[in-house]
């Protein structure tokens, strides 16, 4: 390769590198993890993983956390 492919395809991997992290960074997205659990990305360093049946009882209790949080917010941090 020449320099000037060379310096061509630095440039095109950090355009890539900076279109990724943006779009990462604003985005949570949902997978099917190898052993079929749902897994959120975006939420934080590490995906929140649980299988469908555990989602469900979470998302049935959503008033109740709610509550909670507004019980307790004085208590909890806040991360940007």
Same mark, same amino acid.
């Not at 095109?12 to 355009?15: P, T």
């Not at 208590?75 to 940007?80: A, I």
């Given at each position: 390769m020449s320099d000037e492919?060379? /310096?061509a395809e630095v440039e &095109?991997? &950090?355009?890539e590198n900076e279109a990724l992290k943006? &779009?990462?960074s604003r985005a949570v997205s949902m997978k099917v993890s190898e052993k079929g659990a749902l897994s959120i990305y975006g939420m934080g360093r590490f995906?929140?993983?649980l299988y469908k049946e555990q989602w469900t009882k979470l998302l049935d209790m959503a008033d109740e956390i709610r509550a909670?949080? &507004?019980e307790n917010d004085a /208590?909890?941090?806040?991360?940007?």
């Open positions: 492919d060379l /310096k &095109r991997l &950090r355009a943006q &779009r990462s995906p929140v993983t909670f949080i &507004r /208590k909890l941090k806040t991360k940007e």
